[in-house]
């Protein structure tokens, strides 16, 4: 067996800053570890595949993180690792524990997952290694995961069996106190521009040195044709991922970071507003375009109608909150949120619809990612003026 405190120094010794997960058991001792103080700062989150979408999101930022996972939370981390990680090429390391392991009785529902797990994993090109049960042993293991990122700019997952750590004891201090949001709310009747305008209006109203996340679908393409930048990341896939990524992004550079997300999307991964409100920092700000429509697969109804957005941004925890009427309103609070201290929420109701022939990025995925990273990187002197 190895200590918790040998896995994790191993782990940060490599980079990693921020351990995000969901808990297993066989996982409980580097959680308990990371989680009563550490290097590497933990963070709990909603959902595995909102972990790999975060540390995707770190790396973006030139940080890693390392994603803490049950195997059975593979099935929630498909979409990312597939739609996200894999064409951006994304290396982020996983510790995946190996419930169901052929030959160990556990229970039922682990069963088939960890029959097929080591190649689950083959199939979505993420390489993997069993964690040794001997210190001895464990650098080797990692430094050859190391390589295989380094040399496929993939995801590793680190394969962790039952019994391999020694218990460790928990210290967990609480989480903040929720924060108690600002609230504003139009008294005005919306006038719902067009997603281009929004977009248009969103881009003129940010500083130069603003980097933006923006969701898949029409919300990225639109923007891409109005304004294609170095710091614009569009996502391709991963739909309902964006908030999760810019707030991996967020939490490694001082830079404003600007989550745009549409109402479908968000509704596809409620959970990330929680995880944003405990962790968010001042810098974030997540744009809601809610047109209540899936516009990009022909306009099918999302349930969005039924859903008081800025009310559930209050309860999870953002400082603050704009609910906006028109573009003008709208403006103010991208720029007011800008200066402001955050996670800060801001809500617009857009109408269903896009501009006719609308195009595709020509940037490859890969390509997008990279330079982004080197973007969020440079400098911040001389970039900060409103354009």
Same mark, same amino acid.
């Given at each position: 067996?190895?200590?918790?405190?040998?896995?994790?120094?191993?782990?940060?010794?490599?980079?990693?800053?921020?351990?995000?997960?969901?808990?297993?058991?066989?996982?409980?001792?580097?959680?308990?570890?990371?989680?009563?103080?550490?290097?590497?700062?933990?963070?709990?989150?909603?959902?595995?595949?909102?972990?790999?979408?975060?540390?995707?999101?770190?790396?973006?930022?030139?940080?890693?993180?390392?994603?803490?996972?049950?195997?059975?939370?593979?099935?929630?981390?498909?979409?990312?690792?597939?739609?996200?990680?894999?064409?951006?090429?994304?290396?982020?390391?996983?510790?995946?524990?190996?419930?169901?392991?052929?030959?160990?009785?556990?229970?039922?529902?682990?069963?088939?997952?960890?029959?097929?797990?080591?190649?689950?994993?083959?199939?979505?090109?993420?390489?993997?290694?069993?964690?040794?049960?001997?210190?001895?042993?464990?650098?080797?293991?990692?430094?050859?995961?190391?390589?295989?990122?380094?040399?496929?700019?993939?995801?590793?997952?680190?394969?962790?069996?039952?019994?391999?750590?020694?218990?460790?004891?928990?210290?967990?201090?609480?989480?903040?106190?929720?924060?108690?949001?600002?609230?504003?709310?139009?008294?005005?009747?919306?006038?719902?521009?067009?997603?281009?305008?929004?977009?248009?209006?969103?881009?003129?109203?940010?500083?130069?040195?603003?980097?933006?996340?923006?969701?898949?679908?029409?919300?990225?393409?639109?923007?891409?044709?109005?304004?294609?930048?170095?710091?614009?990341?569009?996502?391709?896939?991963?739909? +309902?991922?964006? #908030?999760?990524?810019?707030?991996? /992004? %967020? $939490?490694?550079?001082?830079?404003? !970071?600007?989550?745009?997300?549409? @109402?479908?999307?968000?509704?596809?991964?409620?959970?990330?507003?929680?995880?944003?409100?405990?962790?968010?920092?001042?810098?974030?700000?997540?744009?809601?375009?809610?047109?209540?429509?899936?516009?990009?697969?022909?306009?099918?109804?999302?349930?969005?109608?039924?859903?008081?957005?800025?009310?559930?941004?209050?309860?999870?925890?953002?400082?603050?909150?704009?609910?906006?009427?028109?573009?003008?309103?709208?403006?103010?609070?991208?720029?007011?949120?800008?200066?402001?201290?955050?996670?800060?929420?801001?809500?617009?109701?857009?109408?269903?619809?896009?501009?006719?022939?609308? +195009?595709?990025? #020509?940037?490859?995925?890969?390509? /997008? %990612? $990279?330079?982004?990273?080197?973007? !969020?990187?440079?400098?911040?002197? @001389?970039?900060?003026?409103?354009?």
């Amino acid at each position: 067996m190895i200590d918790a405190d040998e896995l994790l120094t191993g782990l940060v010794g490599r980079g990693v800053v921020d351990v995000v997960g969901v808990p297993c058991s066989y996982l409980t001792p580097l959680i308990n570890r990371a989680a009563s103080g550490s290097a590497a700062r933990y963070l709990p989150v909603t959902h595995e595949g909102e972990a790999v979408a975060i540390a995707a999101g770190c790396w973006l930022a030139g940080a890693t993180a390392c994603v803490i996972a049950q195997n059975s939370g593979l099935g929630n981390m498909v979409n990312p690792l597939t739609s996200l990680n894999y064409p951006g090429r994304i290396p982020v390391p996983l510790i995946v524990s190996w419930r169901g392991e052929p030959g160990f009785p556990d229970e039922p529902q682990h069963e088939l997952m960890g029959t097929i797990m080591p190649g689950l994993l083959d199939l979505m090109r993420v390489g993997h290694a069993v964690v040794p049960d001997e210190t001895a042993r464990l650098g080797a293991c990692l430094d050859a995961g190391w390589a295989e990122m380094d040399r496929e700019q993939q995801p590793f997952a680190f394969i962790l069996r039952n019994g391999v750590l020694n218990p460790e004891q928990l210290a967990e201090p609480p989480l903040p106190a929720p924060m108690v949001a600002t609230v504003s709310r139009s008294r005005k009747d919306r006038d719902a521009p067009a997603r281009m305008a929004a977009l248009e209006c969103l881009v003129g109203s940010l500083v130069d040195s603003a980097a933006v996340v923006s969701t898949t679908g029409k919300t990225s393409r639109e923007l891409y044709v109005l304004a294609d930048r170095p710091q614009h990341f569009y996502l391709v896939g991963a739909m +309902g991922s964006a #908030s999760a990524v810019g707030l991996g /992004v %967020a $939490r490694h550079t001082p830079r404003p !970071v600007v989550v745009i997300d549409g @109402d479908g999307a968000a509704l596809m991964r409620l959970g990330t507003l929680a995880t944003v409100g405990a962790h968010g920092g001042s810098n974030l700000i997540h744009v809601l375009l809610d047109n209540r429509v899936h516009d990009s697969t022909g306009g099918q109804q999302s349930l969005a109608g039924q859903v008081d957005f800025p009310a559930l941004a209050r309860a999870c925890g953002y400082a603050r909150v704009y609910d906006c009427a028109d573009l003008a309103e709208f403006a103010d609070a991208v720029k007011a949120a800008q200066v402001e201290r955050g996670p800060t929420f801001i809500y617009l109701m857009i109408r269903p619809g896009s501009i006719a022939k609308l +195009g595709r990025p #020509s940037v490859g995925p890969s390509e /997008v %990612a $990279r330079r982004f990273r080197d973007f !969020v990187n440079t400098n911040l002197e @001389d970039v900060n003026h409103v354009s």
